[in-house]
């Protein structure tokens, strides 16, 4: 084989790959449903906010959201919430996996698109794209509205407070 048909052969390929992978038949991005996007409103000035979800698969086989992106943030990450020693705290996840006919809950509180370095101020009703990068390099472009959500940790400080009076 020559250098050149090599090369052609090569190049057809990486092309057939390229026009491929969008409309991948059984892909993830095809299996995967987002249900009831929403971005948590911040008040202005905080430059951070959290994008929640239902992620529901569809497939005979379990898949992973292993990247998200969003134009509105500078940053965008996978992060979840543990709770160490009644202290709720965040931290990064590599990816969440949503099992076969199962589904991934992301909620206040719990696993959630983390969006860095607010680019501008969230409005109620302002839509944020966000896209999901699944494991098998398909992915998603969810738009998530911006919504008011009152959190469930500030409901157990006013709980301990009021305890605090008797
Ligand atoms: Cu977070």
Redesign the pocket.
Same mark, same amino acid.
């Given at each position: 084989m020559t250098d050149k048909f090599r090369s052609i052969r090569i190049a057809a390929c990486v092309l057939a790959t390229l026009i491929a992978a969008p409309a991948l038949a059984g892909s993830a991005a095809e299996s995967i449903s987002a249900d009831d996007p929403y971005v948590r409103m911040v008040p202005p000035g905080m430059t951070v906010s959290?994008a929640f979800m239902v992620l529901k698969n569809a497939d005979s086989k379990d898949h992973k959201v292993v990247k998200a992106d969003s134009p509105a943030a500078k940053a965008t990450?996978l $992060?979840t919430h543990t709770n160490d020693g009644g202290v709720m705290k965040?931290r990064q996840v590599k990816d969440i996996e949503i099992k076969t006919k199962g589904e991934a809950v992301l909620k206040p509180g719990s696993l $959630?698109v983390?969006l860095i370095g607010l680019k501008q101020e969230l409005k109620e009703g302002d839509n944020v794209a966000i896209t999901l990068t699944f494991e098998d390099g398909s992915s998603k472009k969810v738009e998530a509205p911006v919504r008011k959500i009152q959190t469930e940790m500030k409901m157990e400080m006013n709980h301990d407070h009021e305890g605090m009076k008797h």
């Open positions: 959290g990450e $992060h965040m $959630h983390m």
